[in-house]
C-alpha cells in the first residue's frame, strides 16, 4: 500500500472514472444493438418472413392440359394421348455414360439423337429433368420399364401430349400446334403467363384462336430448395384445370367424304347451314397430317409440305383467291332484276360470241345458245346473255348486290387470321387502287365472274346459302356457342324482317356497309322483292334438273335429295385465238393453265336447308368435275340431316 | 509490509475453490451450451465434424481455464511480456510459415493444433500493456517515452495481422489495445489527435485497401447494390434474423441457415443462425448473458487491489465487449463486414482458448483479489 502513494490513488481513480464511463458507453451500445434487433424482428418481421420464404420456396409449373374440339356429335377431333417419355435427372445418376450408353442400346438411338441429348444435358443445371425421348413407342417403354432395375436414374414417365386422331381431315379447319416459338411469347400474355419449356401452344387456325381458353391452367408443385436451388422436398401441389372444350358445328362424316372426295386433287369444299350458318364442313386439299408437328417435324416431311406445288399449307377455302365464274351469275340475274334493269322476259339472241366496243366476247358455247330469256340464260349459263345484261346493269349496281351477299369481305370475324377479303370491282375501287378509269368491257367479263373479280370459296358458299334462305343475311359461324339462336328463332326474325316496308330497309341505294355493320344477328333480308330471289333459285334448279342444264348429268332425282345448284369455270388465263380454235380437252391443256372447276348448290330443293361450295383447282369444267362431287356430298349431307337435327334440339335442351 | 502480504498469498485449495466467481462461470457454461447447440443446429441436426470438434474445444478449453485460475496472479504478472513475445514470434512465424487458408496466411501449424496467433494476441496485447502501466507512476504515463513504447507494442502486432491479411482482427487488437492505453491514463488529447490523423489518412487507407475490402465497406453502405455479390451475405443474414420474429423458427428450423442461404453460419454468422431460430427473445437472452459476463469481469476489476489485475479486467471486459457488439453489429447490418468471432459461440480452436486463457487470468485476479504484487 505503500508503493505508489498518493500517485497510486490518483492512478486507481483514473481508471475507475474511465471504466465507469466505459460502463454506461456499453450500455448504450447494447441497447442500440437490441433495438435494431426489436426493429428486424419485431417491426420489419413480416418483410423478412416474405423474402424468407420467397428464398426457400420454389414454384415449379407443369404444363397445362390442352382443352379439346369436339365435332357436332361430341366426337373428339382434337385430344390428348398419354405418351410415354423418358426422363433422366442427371444429378441423380451414378455413371451418367453408362447409363447413356445403356439407353442408347435398349431404345436404339442413333447417333445424332445421341449427341443432341448430350449437348442437351450440358445446356441444363444438373439437377433439371432431362428429356431422353418425348414419345416412346409402347414397345420402347415395356423394354426400359424391363431393363429399370439395371437403369438408376432413368424414369419412364406417362405424359399427355395434343394428338388429331381424325388426321388430315381437321388440318385446316383446327390448325396444329407446335412448341411455343419467342414471338407467341410476344404477341400473347396468357402464353406468356402459363409458359413452362416445351409447352405446344397453337400455331394456326382455330388451336391459335381459341388458344386463351383451350390453353387451361398450369399444375403447380411448391418445392422447398436450398441457396443452390436444388429441390429439398415437396411442399404443396395444386392441381391446375384443363383448358376449356370447343364444339364445333363440323359433321366429321361430311368432313371425311370432303377429304375423300378432294383426294388426289387441289381444291376445297365447303358446306353451311343455310339458316344458322353452321359450317357443317370446311376442307382444303391436299391436306396433311398435324400430328407430325407434335415433336419438331423432320426436314424430309416438312420439305414434302412445303415444297408440295398443290400447297397444302394454304387453307383455300379462306385464304385462296380465285375468279367466281359462272357462279356468280345468279348474283349477277338478281341484281338486274332488283334494279329492274330488265325482266325476266328479256331475251337475247346467242350466236356465240359478241362484238362490243371493238372486242369479240365469247360465249363458252361456240355454237351459241339462240334467243335464251334469262331463265335459260341461267340454266344454260350463257355467257352472251350475261355480257348484255351486265351492260345495261353497270359494274357498281353489281357490286352493290355481290357485296351484300357476302362477296368481298370476310366470312368470319377475327377467326381465321390467313381469311381473304376477296374483290368486288367497282369504278371507285379502279380509280383508287390502279389509278385508271373503268373500262366498260371490264363490266361485261365481271358479269361473268372474270377479270378483277376474286372470291374464296366459302364465300360463295355464304352467297348461295344467302339465296337459297331466301334472302336473308346470315352469320356463320364453326363452333357451338351458349348464347347462339335457334332456328326457330332465326326463321322468326327473318319473317319480321319481311315485314318492315320497303322504302327504308332495302333500297337498293343504300350502300352493302350499312348492313353489314348495322348490328349483330339481324337476319335482314338483303333483296327488295323476293320473287327475283324466287326466280333465280328456280333458274338455279333448272340448271340442275332439267334438261339441257349444265348440271343435268349430276342431278338426283328423288325429291328427297333434289337440290339445285350452279356450274362454274374460272380461266385462269386469257384464252387466245389460237386456243379457241384447237379447242383442246381438259387433259392436253398443261396443269397451270387448266380452268378451275366450281360447283355452288343448296338442298333439298323443296325445303332448303343447306348449301355447299365445290372448288376443284385446275379441274376443268364444273358440269364435268366439281357437279359430280357435289352430287354425292349432297346426298351424304341429307342423310345426315335428322341426325344433325336430333343433336340441335338436344342442344337446345341443353341451352 | 513484505509478511503481511506472504502471508495473505498463502491460499489453499478450497479458499480458493471458495473465491471462484460462480456467476462468471455460470455465464460461461450457458454460452458454452447455447453455442454447442448452435452449432449442432449448424451441422443440419447431427451431430458432426463442426459440432463435435465444438464440444470437445469447448470441454478441453473450459477445463484448463478452471486450472489455470489456480495460477497466482502474479505467474501472469511474470509471464507478461514472455506471452507477448512468444504471441509476438508466432505471428511473425505465421506470416513466414503460415498455413494459407481463404487467401489468408493466419494459421501456424503446431501439430495438435492449428493455431491462429492473431486470436492470441488479443489477449496477450492487454496482458502485456497491464504488466507495462503496473509500476508506471501516474506522472510518467504520458511521458514521450511510454507513448513511443506503447505504441510500438500495439503497431508491431497490427502491422503483421494486417498483411496477412486479415482486417478484422487487426481492428479488433488495436480498438481492444486503445482502450486499454486510455484506461491506463493516457491523456484524452493523445487520442483526439490520433484520430483526427486517422480520418485525415482514411481515404490513402481505403485507396491501398484490397479490393474486396473496399467492395465490403461499400456494399455495407448500400447492400443492394449487388444483392448476390457482396451483399449477399448482410441481406441474407438480415432476412434470417428478421424472420426469426418473437420466438424465432424453432431449435433446428432455421430455414436459411438449413437450407444453406447463410454464410459462414458456424463462425462469425452463428449469432444470426440463433436468431432465426430463437428470436427476439433468445438473441436478447444471449446478449444479457455477455452482458453480465462482461459486468461481472469489470466488477472483479474493480476489486481487485493490484493495478495489474484491475488493468487487464478492465481491458479484457472491454475486449469482450467490443467482440460482442462489432460481430453482432455486423451480422444486423449496422457495420461493414469484417472477420470477427462472437466470443464462445463462433466455431474457432483460437478464439475460444484465448477467451479461456483472458477469463483465467480474470478468475485469477478474483481469487487474489487481495494481492499486491510489487
Redesign the interface.
Known amino acids: 500500500?505503500?508503493?505508489?502513494g498518493d500517485?497510486?490513488v490518483?492512478?486507481?481513480n483514473?481508471?475507475?472514472r474511465?471504466?465507469f464511463i466505459?460502463?454506461i458507453a456499453?450500455g448504450i451500445?447494447?441497447t442500440?444493438?437490441?433495438a435494431?434487433?426489436?426493429s428486424?424482428?419485431?417491426t420489419?418481421?413480416k418483410?423478412?418472413?416474405t423474402?424468407?420464404d420467397k428464398?426457400?420456396l420454389r414454384e415449379w409449373r407443369l404444363p397445362p392440359v390442352r382443352g379439346e374440339f369436339e365435332d357436332y356429335f361430341g366426337n373428339v377431333v382434337a385430344g390428348n394421348t398419354k405418351v410415354y417419355q423418358l426422363h433422366v435427372v442427371p444429378e441423380q445418376v451414378e455413371d451418367f455414360k453408362y447409363l447413356m450408353v445403356r439407353l442408347k442400346n435398349i431404345l436404339s438411338l442413333t447417333d445424332k439423337q445421341f449427341s443432341k441429348i448430350v449437348k442437351k444435358k450440358k445446356q441444363q443445371k444438373p439437377w433439371e429433368t432431362l428429356i431422353i425421348s418425348e414419345s416412346l413407342t409402347w414397345d420402347q417403354f415395356s423394354k426400359v420399364n424391363f431393363y429399370l432395375h439395371e437403369l438408376s436414374g432413368a424414369k419412364p414417365v406417362l405424359s399427355v401430349a395434343r394428338n388429331y386422331p381424325y388426321k388430315a381431315n381437321y388440318t385446316h379447319v383446327l390448325g396444329y400446334v407446335a412448341q411455343a416459338s419467342e414471338s407467341d411469347l410476344l404477341e400473347n400474355e396468357e402464353i406468356k403467363n402459363k409458359h413452362v419449356p416445351g409447352l405446344r401452344v397453337g400455331k394456326t387456325g382455330l388451336e391459335k384462336t381459341f388458344e386463351n381458353s383451350l390453353i387451361g391452367t398450369n399444375s403447380v408443385k411448391r418445392y422447398?430448395?436450398?441457396?443452390?436451388g436444388k429441390r429439398?422436398n415437396q411442399v404443396d401441389f395444386k392441381e391446375g384445370e384443363k383448358g376449356q372444350k370447343v364444339k364445333l358445328t363440323i359433321d366429321t362424316e361430311i368432313q371425311k367424304l370432303c377429304n375423300e372426295l378432294l383426294a388426289e386433287k387441289s381444291g376445297s369444299i365447303s358446306v353451311m347451314d343455310i339458316f344458322t350458318g353452321e359450317i357443317i364442313a370446311m376442307h382444303s386439299s391436299p391436306s396433311f397430317d398435324p400430328n407430325l408437328f407434335m415433336y419438331g417435324i423432320s426436314y424430309k416431311d416438312w420439305d414434302l409440305i412445303r415444297k408440295n406445288p398443290l400447297k397444302p399449307l394454304i387453307n383455300k377455302t379462306i385464304s385462296g383467291l380465285y375468279s367466281p365464274g359462272s357462279t356468280i351469275k345468279p348474283i349477277v340475274a338478281l341484281s338486274a332484276l332488283e334494279n329492274d334493269v330488265i325482266s325476266t322476259k328479256f331475251k337475247v339472241n346467242c350466236t356465240g360470241k359478241m362484238e362490243m366496243y371493238g372486242q369479240t366476247y365469247h360465249c363458252w358455247k361456240k355454237k351459241g345458245h339462240g334467243i335464251v330469256d334469262l331463265r335459260d340464260a341461267i340454266k344454260q349459263s350463257c355467257d352472251t346473255y350475261f355480257y348484255e345484261m351486265s351492260r345495261r346493269l353497270g359494274v357498281d349496281r353489281l357490286n352493290i348486290t355481290a357485296k351484300r351477299f357476302g362477296l368481298g369481305n370476310t366470312v368470319f370475324k377475327n377467326l381465321y387470321t390467313e381469311e381473304k377479303k376477296g374483290l368486288v370491282p367497282s369504278t371507285k375501287w379502279k380509280k383508287n387502287a390502279l389509278g385508271k378509269g373503268w373500262v366498260l368491257g371490264e363490266t361485261l367479263i365481271t358479269g361473268i365472274g372474270q377479270g378483277y373479280i376474286q372470291t374464296t370459296p366459302l364465300q360463295l358458299c355464304l352467297m348461295t346459302a344467302q339465296l337459297a334462305n331466301g334472302g336473308f343475311k346470315i352469320f356463320p359461324r364453326i363452333t357451338v356457342d351458349k348464347n347462339q339462336e335457334s332456328l326457330e328463332k332465326i326463321k322468326y326474325k327473318m319473317d319480321e324482317s319481311l315485314k318492315i316496308t320497303n322504302e327504308n330497309s332495302s333500297s337498293l341505294i343504300r350502300s352493302a356497309e350499312e348492313i353489314f355493320y348495322k348490328g349483330e344477328k339481324e337476319y335482314n333480308k338483303l333483296f327488295r322483292n323476293q320473287e327475283n330471289i324466287k326466280f333465280v333459285l328456280e333458274a338455279m334448279s333448272a340448271s340442275t334438273n332439267e334438261v339441257r342444264g349444265t348440271s343435268y348429268r349430276s342431278r338426283i332425282d328423288d325429291p328427297k335429295y333434289r337440290f339445285a345448284g350452279k356450274t362454274g369455270t374460272a380461266q385462269v388465263k386469257k384464252i387466245t385465238k389460237l386456243q379457241r380454235e384447237l379447242d383442246l380437252d381438259t387433259a392436253q391443256i398443261p396443269y397451270e393453265e387448266r380452268d378451275h372447276a366450281w360447283y355452288v348448290a343448296f338442298g333439298p330443293y323443296k325445303d332448303p336447308r343447306y348449301s355447299l361450295c365445290v372448288l376443284v383447282e385446275h379441274g376443268g369444267s364444273g358440269s364435268a368435275t366439281a357437279a359430280p362431287l357435289a352430287k354425292k356430298l349432297m346426298k351424304k349431307i341429307i342423310d345426315r340431316h335428322e341426325e344433325r337435327e336430333k343433336i340441335r334440339k338436344n342442344n337446345l335442351v341443353d341451352i | 509490509m513484505f509478511e503481511q502480504s506472504s502471508y495473505s498469498e498463502q491460499y489453499t485449495f478450497f479458499q480458493k475453490l471458495r473465491s471462484f466467481d460462480f456467476v462468471l462461470i455460470f455465464c460461461v457454461l450457458c454460452l458454452g451450451i447455447i453455442s454447442n447447440f448452435s452449432m449442432y443446429s449448424t451441422d443440419g441436426g447431427e451431430f458432426l465434424y463442426h459440432s463435435k470438434s465444438h464440444f470437445i474445444r469447448f470441454v478441453t478449453f473450459f477445463s484448463m481455464m478452471i486450472f489455470l485460475s489456480f495460477f497466482n496472479l502474479r505467474f501472469w504478472h511474470s509471464t507478461a511480456y514472455l506471452f507477448y513475445t512468444i504471441t509476438l514470434g508466432f505471428l511473425i512465424w505465421a506470416s513466414m510459415y503460415g498455413v494459407t487458408a481463404s487467401g489468408s496466411q493466419r494459421w501456424i501449424n503446431l501439430y495438435f493444433i492449428n493455431l491462429q496467433p492473431s486470436e492470441l494476441m488479443k489477449i496477450a496485447i492487454i496482458v502485456c500493456f497491464a504488466r507495462y502501466f503496473h509500476r508506471e507512476q501516474m506522472s510518467n504515463i504520458n511521458s514521450f517515452k511510454n507513448i513511443i513504447l506503447s505504441m510500438a507494442i500495439l503497431l508491431l502486432p497490427i502491422l503483421l495481422v494486417v498483411s496477412q491479411p486479415d482486417l478484422g482482427t487487426s481492428i479488433l487488437i488495436a480498438i481492444s489495445g486503445v482502450i486499454v492505453l486510455w484506461l491506463a491514463g493516457f491523456n484524452i488529447k493523445y487520442f483526439i489527435y490520433s484520430g483526427l490523423t486517422l480520418i485525415i489518412s482514411l481515404p490513402f487507407v481505403i485507396s491501398m485497401l484490397k479490393p474486396y475490402q473496399k467492395q465490403r465497406v461499400l456494399t455495407f453502405f448500400n447492400p443492394d447494390r449487388d444483392p448476390l455479390g457482396a451483399g449477399y451475405q448482410i441481406i441474407q443474414s438480415k432476412i434470417a434474423v428478421g424472420s426469426g420474429g418473437l420466438t424465432g423458427k424453432g431449435f433446428l428450423k432455421g430455414t436459411q441457415s438449413y437450407l444453406e442461404f447463410l454464410p459462414e453460419k458456424h463462425t462469425d454468422f452463428i449469432f444470426t443462425l440463433f436468431s432465426e431460430e430463437h428470436g427476439f427473445i433468445g438473441s436478447v437472452i444471449l446478449l444479457i448473458l455477455y452482458g453480465v459476463l462482461i459486468f461481472r469481469i469489470l466488477n472483479i476489476g474493480s476489486h481487485s487491489r493490484s493495478f495489474f489485475g484491475k488493468l487487464f479486467c478492465y481491458g479484457f471486459g472491454s475486449a469482450i465487449f467490443v467482440y460482442v457488439a462489432v460481430n453482432m453489429s455486423m451480422v444486423l447490418g449496422l457495420l461493414p463486414i469484417v472477420g470477427s468471432p462472437l466470443p464462445i459461440m463462433s466455431y474457432g480452436g483460437s478464439s475460444m482458448l484465448a477467451t479461456m486463457i483472458g477469463l483465467s487470468i480474470v478468475m485469477s485476479t478474483k481469487i487474489h483479489s487481495k494481492q499486491i504484487i510489487h
Not at chain 1, 1 to 4: E, L, T
Not at chain 1, 224 to 228: C, R, T
Open positions: 500500500m505503500f508503493d505508489g500517485s497510486n490518483r492512478k486507481f483514473t481508471v475507475n474511465r471504466v466505459l460502463k456499453k451500445i447494447f442500440g444493438i437490441v435494431r434487433l426489436f428486424l424482428q419485431i420489419e418481421n418483410k423478412y418472413l423474402l424468407s428464398n426457400r422447398e430448395v436450398n441457396a443452390f429439398i
